[in-house]
């Protein structure tokens, strides 16, 4: 597989609706990839993208001392599936175009329902884009051992980025990562 460069104004097309992207760094010598999945579109001409990076990260400080990155959007290939779900038909309708018709992508399953049972289960990782009030439980239900779910969820202290791991035995385990502010998950 080889990596293509796009036109900028082209881009936007594929970051939304909102893929998780390789956002690659270096500062002193040192090169760092992270996985990132809160980022948006804020103006398409010329092209400005919003992310989200913590302070804790290597790659903050890296962008901070060089205001330079690279966003990378992995390729389908890189997994055997994918499975994406869209509640909203005309944002199902618009990924299905993009991914299956011009992109070509056949390793990708697309979804249209308001529910999370119809995706199959045995999931290795599940990113969702839209606050949930609470963790959805039929989506830890679908995730295989050893899973993860990155999400962002309502809390006293408003909206905060979790992330639970379903053990080997099926435990489950959360972790908290901060706040953050999106869009609410419309069931």
Not at 21 to 41: E, F, I, P, Q, Y
Not at 91 to 100: G, K, S, V
Request: with cysteine; aromatic share 6%; hydrophobic share 50%.
């Amino acid at each position: 597989m080889q990596k293509r460069s796009l036109a900028l104004g082209k881009v936007y097309g594929l970051l939304e609706p909102g893929p998780v992207l390789l956002l690659s760094t270096c500062h002193k010598g040192r090169a760092n990839v992270m996985a990132m999945s809160w980022h948006t579109m804020m103006d398409f001409e010329p092209p400005l993208v919003g992310c989200v990076v913590s302070a804790r990260d290597f790659s903050f400080a890296a962008l901070k001392a060089t205001r330079e990155c690279v966003l990378n959007i992995p390729a389908a290939e890189l997994a055997a599936k994918v499975v994406t779900v869209e509640i909203i038909e005309e944002l199902h309708l618009r990924a299905r175009h993009l991914l299956l018709m011009e992109l070509g992508y056949r390793n990708i399953t697309l979804v249209h329902s308001a529910s999370f049972g119809d995706t199959g289960d045995g999931f290795d990782a599940v990113v969702v884009a839209a606050c949930a009030d609470m963790v959805p439980e039929e989506l830890i239900a679908r995730l295989a051992p050893g899973g993860s779910l990155v999400l962002p969820v309502e809390s006293a202290k408003g909206q905060v980025i979790k992330k639970i791991v379903k053990g080997a035995d099926g435990k489950v385990f959360e972790e908290e990562y901060g706040e953050a502010l999106f869009v609410p998950l419309v069931r």
